[in-house]
């Protein structure tokens, strides 16, 4: 069965030209225990290959993180000795491209097709329902609609004398299906094939598109399409030399280091602590709906009513969530500070969205 995914014609590209710098913090998630995820080994028959116009694939990775391809949560066992980085065992474009030309190029075939990987995103955290009680022993198989995940935004272009058409953009959150989790080792029977579902039917779609648009459509160059995604980059929470201080009420703010709310206070509620925004007659109003807020050094994202510190990794930012309390115990704190005893729920922020994956 063919994956469900969310594919777009792409057209024409104006965007400008963005610098991009990052920089590696404590306790980022590099320092974290590696997990190989191998693409080319995945476990479901291979289909044979279609009658496709490419006979050549190439993958150019323009992700903020080219390091890691995601996430394994710590679960059942509510520790950080379980958390890994999900890997492959080459870099993710030749990872890809050796996928794409062993089992979907044809042989023979004139065209080349140009891959341009935006987004690649492999997790089994659950922002809605994240339960221990949802795995199960080691080798059992079970449905995860909610939690293990494969986040993956993509271009294809066809590209001929130097020049690249465009045909395609993907842009999936695609659910896996089985799963056996074992607290010495820790695979995913199911990413391997789901994502190979993706990258395989992302290509018949491109080809279609190709036979149609070959003659009529825009030609463009490498340097509109490098300016394109590199754009994505050129924001000022990432190219200011200093962090605005002040509440986030939206997303847009956050990204543009732009504030709207410079008036605040951080009160101390119960053992932990809340945000209040000041009004005008000098009196404080607790808020649980605004996007974050940043000291002016540390940024911290606001979700449902917690606020949790924000983990910058070269061009991503991470935060840990927190387990939603049971309902015999209390509730779970308003703050999440760097030596809160952090749970499971770690999440990456989509920088072009604002979601979290």
């Not at 492959?88 to 042989?107: C, G, T």
């Not at 992302?202 to 340097?223: L, Y």
């Not at 969530?321 to 015999?328: E, K, L, T």
Request: glycine share 6%; with cysteine.
């Amino acid at each position: 069965m063919k994956s469900a995914i969310f594919a777009i014609p792409l057209a024409t590209l104006t965007l400008t030209v963005a610098a991009q710098t990052g920089r590696t913090i404590p306790g980022s998630l590099s320092s974290l225990k590696a997990l190989t995820i191998r693409l080319t080994e995945f476990r479901e028959p291979v289909p044979p290959v279609p009658a496709g116009p490419f006979g050549h694939f190439l993958v150019i990775d323009r992700r903020p993180d080219t390091t890691r391809i995601g996430i394994h949560g710590n679960l059942p066992l509510h520790t950080h000795d379980f958390d890994r980085q999900l890997i492959f065992a080459k870099p993710a474009d030749q990872e890809i491209a050796a996928f794409f030309n062993s089992h979907v190029a044809r042989p023979g075939a004139a065209d080349t097709a140009v891959i341009v990987l935006r987004q690649l995103w492999l997790s089994d955290t659950d922002p809605y329902n994240p339960s221990p009680e949802q795995y199960q022993a080691a080798d059992s198989y079970t449905v995860r609609k909610n939690r293990t995940h494969i986040r993956f935004n993509a271009e294809i272009y066809a590209v001929r004398n130097h020049h690249y058409l465009p045909l395609l953009r993907i842009d999936t959150l695609q659910t896996t299906k089985r799963m056996t989790y074992s607290k010495l080792r820790s695979t995913y029977i199911g990413w391997e094939g789901e994502l190979a579902a993706i990258l395989r039917e992302g290509a018949d779609q491109a080809g279609a598109v190709f036979s149609s648009r070959e003659k009529t459509g825009h030609w463009m160059s490498w340097d509109d399409i490098r300016r394109f995604n590199q754009t994505r980059f050129d924001i000022p929470v990432f190219d200011s030399g200093s962090l605005v201080r002040g509440v986030y009420t939206i997303f847009e703010e956050f990204r543009s280091n732009a504030p709207s709310i410079r008036d605040f206070e951080i009160q101390p509620v119960k053992g932990s602590f809340a945000l209040y925004i000041k009004n005008a007659d000098g009196s404080s109003s607790y808020t649980h709906q605004v996007w974050g807020f940043c000291d002016g050094r540390q940024i911290y994202l606001m979700r449902d009513g917690l606020l949790h510190p924000l983990r910058k990794d070269g061009n991503s930012y991470y935060f840990f969530g927190i387990d939603v309390a049971p309902s015999n115990s209390a509730s779970p704190p308003l703050f999440a500070l760097d030596d809160y005893p952090e749970q499971h729920c770690l999440y990456i922020v989509d920088m072009d969205t604002g979601r979290f994956f």
